[in-house]
């Protein structure tokens, strides 16, 4: 009859693959060192700040020297929680040595993932109370506002929508008769000047008849010639459109810039994550080593 072998399992089988101990260790340690290397980084930038413009770093000094303290805080911090995750871990008995370097390899994974979910959590958390607190004082001070602007708007009869459409209509052949002396001839010229430069807002440019008698209204408000008028409305309808352009390019350079700023924390969160588990790897190589020397001096 043949002997039939019974392998007894191994000890350490009854052993969970994670140890939450050295990974909450790690990730105290990577959220810690995140903080001082943060603080540090706070008071070398403001050494970057003059007051005096001549001595003062550019933006865009200030923007990449930021981006790169940000990334470099990310990779220390990574590589000092993977270390200490494997390091403090203790030595698996009866385990492959392959399997004993991915084990090493997810604590520091994991104990990267542990401190960044802490992070964003406390980022967000702090966002999130920055942005109630502007949103009150916002609301106060558009509501303010709004109160304020709806009794002037009242009171110059500017709060009807189809505002536009009725000076349109009772355009007087002489705008000079609208113009007249004195505060109500004031307010009324402003206003309707005010409602067609808002629907030449709305649709992108101001029509050549709106340019004609904003030209007409001007020369009988100020006592310029028409020509002289119609060089001063074009003057300004050109400074608004440039206004503009400055505000649609500034919008999509940020547009721009918080793409890039989004892809580049992507990568170096994902480039921090490799370096804990390189980290978490050697730290347990170490550990092995160190308990490897420390028998052969017994022996």
Known sequence: MANVTVETPLAEGSRPAVVWGPIFAGAFAAIVA????????????????????????????????????????????????????????????????????????AHGFMAWAVATLVIVGL??????????????????????????????????????????????????????????????????????????????????????????????????????AQQDAQARVEAFLTKASEWKAKAQQAADEARKASATAAILAALSMAIGAFIASVAGAMGGRQRDDDELLVISSAR
């Open 123 to 224: 980022i967000g958390l702090h966002t999130t109370t920055l942005l109630g607190a502007g949103t009150q004082v916002a609301a106060s001070v558009a509501g303010g506002a709004a109160n304020a602007a709806g009794q002037a708007a009242q009171s110059s009869g500017q709060n009807d929508p189809t505002g536009y459409l009725v000076d349109s209509l009772l355009r007087p052949a002489d705008p000079s008769r609208l113009a007249t002396s004195g505060v109500e001839g004031d307010q009324a010229a402003a206003a309707q000047a005010s409602r067609i430069l808002a629907m030449g807002a709305i649709q992108g440019e101001v029509t050549p008849e709106d340019r004609t008698y904003l030209a007409s209204l001007v020369a009988a408000r100020t006592g310029l």
């Open 34 to 105: 995140t903080v001082v290397l943060m603080l540090l980084g706070s008071g070398l930038g403001l050494t970057l700040v003059s007051p005096w413009s001549a001595e003062s770093a550019s933006l865009t000094t200030i923007a990449a020297s930021t981006a790169i303290w940000l990334v470099i805080v990310q990779w220390l911090s990574s590589a000092l929680g993977g270390y200490l995750s494997g390091r403090l871990r203790t030595k698996w008995v009866g385990v492959h040595t392959d399997e004993v370097f991915f084990r090493d390899t």
